[in-house]
């Protein structure tokens, strides 16, 4: 085994990546308005990362119903598909490969967001989690997510064809590809869960029934784009927001089984967000890789070092990082040259302007 695996190259779908350093996705909040249009700043922040083997964008909603946080961007309008059409061009120029991540929050919302009331969700169920809002003061508060409003049947139908649409946009838009958001608490997580759906249809009760949004999204999205252009996020070891199942490792594994039959280009697992941070073993790493021949992503709380051995194991293909990107927009060579990785300014992760987002320096 090569000590320095990050940095071997490595297919994935159409794309070939020079490293197995991507840069995880991550929501900054920073959007042109009124209409959540990705900014020229984001141009350049995200080109300063272009030395990552992948980007993945932070969080993109597909709809305005698919919105829960303030100033994160969107792939549903004609202006918000030109804002990215000039981040993946920069992106490009400067050498790098670009997939959009496509969400829907569901219940992980607030009124604000929706003109027609309540945030929508497989169940009427409360995740007992908060929001990031601004108000017309420009003031932003966290806000309690309400009991959202159940989709009816028809309602499920719109949503998958809006995956579809954002799909079908990214391509627009000059993007490499997408990963659905499927984890993290938000929609898609929502109806794999029995504690976020209590539904007595199609979608919901069996572990059938409780995949069956996934499949139809990923589905979608295949037919549009194709699989190889296909990538998804899961969470299955996350149990804040209400989350906490005690089912998901089974309903994952089966949501992979169709996931592989797809081919579907990658599963990215989010193993830890901020302070949730479970152990993962290893029994359910082999059996993943048993299910699913695709190549497999990790991410949470990685250094270079637990990245090496992770793949040294050659149970995953690609490590993601999150924060170290952020101060750190040169992060590969920094791993290379095994150089001090600078901190980043917690008070300016969300929001405001160029300050604490394009302004880390590069080493020289
Ligand atoms: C500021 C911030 C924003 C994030 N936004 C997203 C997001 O939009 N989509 C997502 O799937 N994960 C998001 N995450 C989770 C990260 O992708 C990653 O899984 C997490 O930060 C753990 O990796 P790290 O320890 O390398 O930061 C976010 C994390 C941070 C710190």
Redesign the pocket.
């Known amino acids: 085994m090569p000590s320095n695996n990050l940095f071997e190259s490595i297919s994935l779908g159409l794309m070939r990546l020079p490293n197995r350093v991507v840069m ?5 909040a920073r959007t042109a308005q009124p209409g959540d249009i990705p900014s020229i700043e984001m141009a350049t922040y995200y080109a300063q990362r272009a030395s990552a083997g992948l980007i ?1 964008t ?2 993109t909603q597909i709809s305005q119903q698919g919105q829960g946080y303030s100033f ?1 961007p969107g792939i549903y309008s004609e202006a918000q598909v030109q804002g990215w059409r000039r981040v993946t061009q920069e992106v490009h120029d400067a050498g790098g490969r670009i997939v959009l ?1 496509l ?1 829907h929050v569901g219940r992980m919302s607030h009124p604000s967001f929706h003109t027609d009331g309540m945030p929508v969700a497989p169940s009427a169920l409360a995740p007992n989690a908060q929001v990031w809002v601004v108000g017309s003061d420009g003031i932003g508060r966290m806000l309690e997510c309400p009991v959202p409003r159940a989709l009816s049947a028809i309602d499920i139908q719109n949503v998958i064809a809006d995956f579809r649409h954002g799909a079908a946009n990214a391509m627009r838009a000059g993007f490499d590809g997408v990963e659905i ?1 499927g ?2 608490g938000y929609l898609i997580d929502q109806f794999l869960r029995t504690t976020s759906n209590h539904r007595t249809d199609e979608y919901g009760g069996t572990l059938e029934n409780r995949i069956r949004f996934a499949c139809d999204v990923a589905s979608a999205v295949v037919t549009e784009i194709g699989a190889a252009r296909t990538g998804i ?1 899961i969470a299955p070891f996350i149990t804040q927001r209400n989350m906490n199942c005690p089912d998901i490792i089974t309903a994952t594994l089966a949501l992979a089984e169709r996931l592989e039959a797809m081919q579907v280009a990658y599963i990215h697992l ?5 302070d949730d941070a479970p152990q993962i073993d290893d029994g359910f790493r082999q059996k993943l890789r048993q299910t699913y021949q695709g190549k497999i992503m990790v ?4 250094s270079a070092a637990r990245a090496e051995a992770i793949l040294a194991g050659g149970l995953v293909d690609l490590v ?5 990107f ?1 101060a750190n927009p040169d992060l590969p060579k920094r791993f290379m040259l095994n150089a001090p990785l600078a901190e980043f300014d917690p008070s300016t ?2 929001g405001g302007n160029a300050q604490g987002y394009i302004d880390y320096p590069s080493l020289s």
Do not use: C, K, S, V
Not at 299 to 302: C, D, H, L, R, S
Not at 320 to 324: Q, T, V
């Open positions: 995880a996705p991550m929501t900054r993945i932070e969080a994160t991540q969400w958001h984890g993290n996020r989010a193993e830890a967000d901020w991410a949470g709380n990685y993601a990082f999150g924060r170290p952020i992760l969300f």
